[in-house]
């Protein structure tokens, strides 16, 4: 079956840096937007990033300027530079696969990363 593994979670301290990746398999990646999304407890999941298979960018205003998606189609690979990150970007990050083909939506999810800023 499908798997986006995602990995680059962590602590971090106010400021600083973390990069994510996701791994997909099993899906023809060039063929999917990926986005990255993120549940904070007691909030909803919300779109932090996307990236369309043509390499169009959008991102949450809550993250312009600091984060960066891009992806790598060979590597069938999507990632996510954060920086300067504030107390208010911990969550939990999933990874998303999205396309949609002869009228049928596919979507898919990873199982999360923790992102905690904290000092």
């Known amino acids: 079956q499908v798997q986006l593994v995602e990995s680059g979670g962590g602590l971090v301290q106010p400021g600083g840096s973390l990069r994510l990746s996701c791994a997909a398999s099993r899906i023809t990646f060039s063929d999917y937007a990926m986005g990255w999304y993120r549940q904070a407890p007691g909030k909803q999941r919300e779109l932090v990033a996307d990236i369309t298979s043509g390499g169009l960018t959008n991102y949450a205003d809550s993250v312009k300027g600091r984060f960066t998606i891009s992806r790598d189609n060979v590597k069938n690979t999507v990632s996510l530079q954060m920086n300067s990150l504030n107390p208010e970007d911990t969550a939990v990050y999933y990874c998303?696969?999205?396309?949609?083909?002869?009228?049928?939506?596919?979507?898919?999810w990873g199982q999360g990363t923790q992102v905690t800023v904290s000092s």
């Open positions: 998303h696969a999205a396309r949609r083909f002869l009228g049928r939506n596919y979507d898919y």
